[in-house]
């Protein structure tokens, strides 16, 4: 069983990102993995230790520095990269339908019979690839998985959502999007990021399998508001007042 | 073996790099591969304990396996004898990130490589296939013996013998201030073969006649234990002969760069967590109705402490990487790096003591640890004094 696991290089979550009037200021920024596609990789590998499955292939679509989180997928276990080249701003111009998309042409080309991927990147929080994928591909999918197993071709995923947790079935090939609970990423070892140096990395340009449409349009991007002071107030009118005029509660 | 970690995803500590001051002048992409690997572990596995292993001069042996499982303990031996075979300048790039969770494991760390170095470059088949993969995996903890009661920079001078007797060596002697004494399993003991000659002879814990003082109360290095190393009549094979005899000297010299470059590396990572403490406590405490960041001294103080660090980086990475070209001037410039590294990174972290007020001098904010660690840096490894020595008279030649 061949898998697919989609990895986004996105701005570090523990920096101060600085905003500028177009966007995040990216210059000099540390990027990393994104946390839940680090959590799907992991999946991916301890699947593949439990002889699961015989092949987990990392994607990636981006830049030149976008490789860095396929290194890291192959350090912490992955077989073979593709990386998907183009120039566009990932956290911006690289949109869910479009990923979505190219995806599913490498889905069709090489035949895999799961896609792992993180719920959501931490930089545009759409939520939205693995979902639209599954439904390009017609293939059933899980999200927010916490935890799967997988035994003779069918998947059962425990999916956390707001009302608890709830078990879905399927027969693969599928999608699943991965949640933070589902697993804790191991470290690379020095030799493992030394074995990874020589697994095959293969580079497709992205106008090879498909087109970027940048159909959503960033039109604002702002800081949040800073936290301002509270007040004591007196008596409870002076609080109805407030709640009524200033935070427009009713 | 796989390592799993603890990931705090609420209240996320950032992981890729340090905090600040995070430069990556001389690394390649490898090398911030490698140093986001020892970083996270650092910040996860080291970081969290490092005040607890001293308050309880604890030695943390599960944690250094799982330093052997991520391949940091054969960092420069040679991938042929087993090790990872990575270069100086990698394994500067993992002492500095991990040092910045635990200087004093980190610098045992150190100790382990280079006797596993040495192993490697000089050790025969049957030593090298014997030590190093045990070595590798700290199923077997080493240390290195070289300074005596009357013999610390005057090395040469040593008193420790190892007579010739049938097919064995008969050792007598003692030696002190051994880092890992009474809980090692090996020491590669350097002592005298002949009136000239300098020898180094392999000897496992437990060979009768083998015995160690009591361990050494220390300012700092606490998680690392001390001890004398003392030899009464000590019976070993000849066959524990590590390389030739007489030419323990030269063995020593060769480790030694890059043993300096190794504990100004430790020094470096410690001196980057009591600045980023410090960056912190400049903006969080007030004092006259202002953050202590808005005044002038401590600003100064400040931008000292980061040139400083960033200095220090430098020329050890510089160094680390003339090691690894065989640099004709290797040996002067890890001196160099050595003597300035040790020196300003003892001063970051006192100064950061100083910008912490009253609650630098608490255990609790953590800097003193890292000031009481730090001191010995100026001191072992060859003495500051030394390297001073060898730095003139390698330019006045």
């Not at chain 1, 959502?161 to 027969?171: A, E, S, W």
């Not at chain 2, 960092?75 to 990130?97: C, H, M, N, P, W």
């Not at chain 2, 410690?270 to 969080?284: E, I, P, Q, V």
């Amino acid at each position: 069983m061949k898998v697919l696991v989609a990895v986004k290089r996105v701005v570090d979550s523990g920096i101060k990102v600085r905003v500028k009037p177009d966007g995040i200021d990216l210059q000099g920024v540390k990027m990393t993995i994104n946390p839940f596609c680090e959590i799907a990789v992991e999946e991916a590998v301890r699947l593949k230790e439990k002889k699961l499955i015989a092949e987990i292939v990392a994607v990636t679509i981006g830049p030149k520095q976008g490789a860095e989180s396929l290194r890291h997928a192959l350090a912490l276990g992955a077989d073979k990269a593709i990386h998907v080249t183009t120039e566009a701003r990932i956290d911006q111009a690289v949109q869910p339908l479009d990923v979505a998309n190219i995806l599913a042409k490498l889905v069709e080309r090489d035949n895999y019979n799961l896609v792992l991927m993180g719920k959501q990147s931490i930089d545009d929080d759409f939520n939205q690839t693995g979902q639209m994928l599954a439904g390009l591909l017609d293939w059933p999918q899980a999200t927010f998985a916490s935890n799967i197993q997988i035994t003779d071709g069918i998947a059962q995923v425990v999916r956390e959502i707001d009302g608890g947790l709830q078990t879905v079935k399927f027969k693969l090939p599928g999608v699943i999007t991965c949640d933070l609970r589902l697993n804790q990423p191991r470290f690379a070892s020095v030799p493992n990021i030394m074995k990874a140096k020589s697994k095959p990395l293969e580079t497709i340009p992205l106008d090879k399998l498909g087109k970027l449409h940048n159909s959503i349009q960033i039109t604002k991007t702002e800081a949040p508001a800073i936290r301002k002071g509270g007040a004591i107030v007196e008596n409870v009118d002076v609080l109805i007042q407030k709640l009524r005029n200033e935070a427009k509660l009713f | 073996m796989q390592i799993i970690r603890n990931r705090l995803m609420v209240n996320h500590i950032p992981r890729f790099g340090f905090k600040y001051m995070s430069d990556s002048t001389f690394l390649n992409e490898e090398h911030l591969q490698i140093q986001k690997a020892a970083l996270d572990f650092s910040k996860e596995k080291m970081l969290p304990y490092s005040a607890e292993w001293d308050k309880k001069h604890h030695f943390p042996k599960d944690v250094l396996r799982e330093l052997a499982a991520m391949g940091f303990s054969t960092i420069y031996v040679k991938q042929e004898s087993g090790g990872v075979g990575l270069d100086r300048l990698t394994a500067s790039v993992i002492f500095e990130a991990l040092s910045y969770g635990d200087v004093t494991t980190t610098a045992y760390l150190t100790i382990q490589n280079m006797c596993a170095y040495m192993v490697d470059q000089f050790g025969n088949e049957e030593q090298k296939k014997t030590w190093i993969p045990r070595f590798g995996t700290f199923d077997a903890f080493a240390s290195y013996c070289l300074t005596e009661p009357n013999s610390g920079s005057d090395s040469k001078n040593m008193k420790t013998f190892a007579k010739k007797d049938g097919n064995d060596y008969v050792i007598n002697g003692s030696k002190c201030f051994i880092s890992g004494g009474s809980v090692s399993d090996v020491y590669l003991l350097m002592c005298k073969t002949s009136e000239k000659d300098v020898s180094c002879i392999i000897v496992e814990k437990g060979t009768p006649g083998l015995s160690f003082g009591k361990l050494e109360d220390k300012m700092g290095w606490n998680a690392s234990p001390t001890s004398m190393v003392l030899f009464d009549n000590v019976r070993v094979p000849q066959s524990n002969l590590l390389g030739k005899e007489g030419n323990g000297f030269k063995m020593a010299m060769s480790a030694l760069d890059g043993g300096r470059i190794n504990i100004a590396s430790c020094s470096l990572g410690g001196a980057s967590f009591a600045f980023d403490l410090s960056k912190d406590y400049l903006h969080d405490r007030k004092q006259f109705g202002q953050p202590l960041a808005s005044f002038q001294g401590l600003q100064f103080k400040f931008a000292d402490m980061a040139t400083n660090l960033v200095t220090s980086r430098l020329i050890v990475r510089q160094a680390a990487q003339m090691i690894d070209n065989n640099h004709p001037d290797k040996t002067l410039y890890s001196a160099m790096a050595k003597r300035y590294a040790t020196d300003s990174c003892f001063n970051v972290a006192n100064e950061a003591l100083q910008l912490h007020g009253g609650y630098g001098y608490l255990s609790e904010y953590q800097i003193e640890r890292i000031v009481r660690d730090l001191r010995v840096h100026q001191i072992l490894e060859g003495t500051n004094e030394i390297m001073k020595v060898i730095i003139s008279r390698n330019l006045l030649k």
